[in-house]
T-cell receptor
Framework: DGGITQSPKYLFRKEGQNVTLSCEQN?????MYWYRQDPGQGLRLIYY???????QKGDIAEGYSVSREKKESFPLTVTSAQKNPTAFYLC????????????????FGPGTRLTVL | AQSVTQPDIHITVSEGASLELRCNYS??????LFWYVQSPGQGLQLLLK??????LVQGIKGFEAEFKRSQSSFNLRKPSVHWSDAAEYFC????????????FGKGTKLSVKP
């Protein structure tokens, strides 16, 4: 079955450490997204990528970095510069091209919960 | 700038009762509109979407939503709620442009009383 996988499901980080969250999709989607979710805040966009080897900052990119070396993979690194990284992180992907709501529909992974100790 | 407002943070309904979750958006043109559902600790699942055409949209799990341009609303409805519908619901609007980004509301948490 096609879908999006995120690993690990739970991640614990010590102060000052960088950690990397994995996101893989086998939907053959061109675009991928990372969101941060905090209680009562909805989803906030961290980074997005429309094609391989290209990505753009979202609304809250500070303290995060990404890479897009393969179409299937879009890992997110939470750096020590992110002062409050404890949150639920969601990865999504989207089929580009065509028109209408279907081309804007995003498919989501199951999420990674990051906790800073 | 585009925005989405979900006025209700938390709603409680009895099982079998009807449900309406409100969503208002701000967008200059005809928007792409979506409703997603999230169970605790899980990702988001698409319930339904609207782009054009019939303003009453049918989705999965018995949900429907109605697009009202004059009210800038896209409210989600279900005639009879089941206990398994307890979850958080997010309304989203397509931000336009080729990026395909979505702007999400802050969500409405639905609790279902037996």
């Amino acid at each position: 079955d096609g879908g999006i996988t995120q690993s690990p499901k739970y991640l614990f980080r010590k102060e000052g450490q960088n950690v990397t969250l994995s996101c893989e999709q086998n939907l053959n989607h061109d675009a991928m997204y990372w969101y941060r979710q905090d209680p009562g805040q909805g989803l906030r966009l961290i980074y997005y990528s429309q094609i391989v080897n290209d990505f753009q900052k979202g609304d809250i990119a500070e303290g995060y970095s990404v890479s897009r070396e393969k179409k299937e993979s879009f890992p997110l690194t939470v750096t020590s510069a992110q002062k409050n990284p404890t949150a639920f992180y969601l990865c999504a992907s989207r089929r580009r091209g065509g028109g209408g709501a279907s081309s804007n529909e995003q498919f989501f992974g199951p999420g990674t919960r990051l906790t800073v100790l | 700038a585009q925005s989405v407002t979900q006025p209700d943070i938390h709603i409680t309904v009895s099982e079998g009762a009807s449900l309406e979750l409100r969503c208002n958006y701000s967008y200059g043109a005809t928007p792409y509109l979506f409703w997603y559902v999230q169970s605790p600790g899980q990702g988001l699942q698409l319930l339904l979407k609207y782009f054009s055409g019939d303003t009453l949209v049918q989705g999965i799990k018995g949900f429907e939503a109605e697009f009202k341009r004059s009210q800038s609303s896209f409210n989600l409805r279900k005639p009879s709620v089941h206990w398994s519908d307890a979850a958080e619901y997010f309304c989203a609007v397509g931000a336009g442009g080729s990026q395909g980004n979505l702007i999400f509301g802050k969500g409405t948490k639905l609790s279902v009383k037996p």
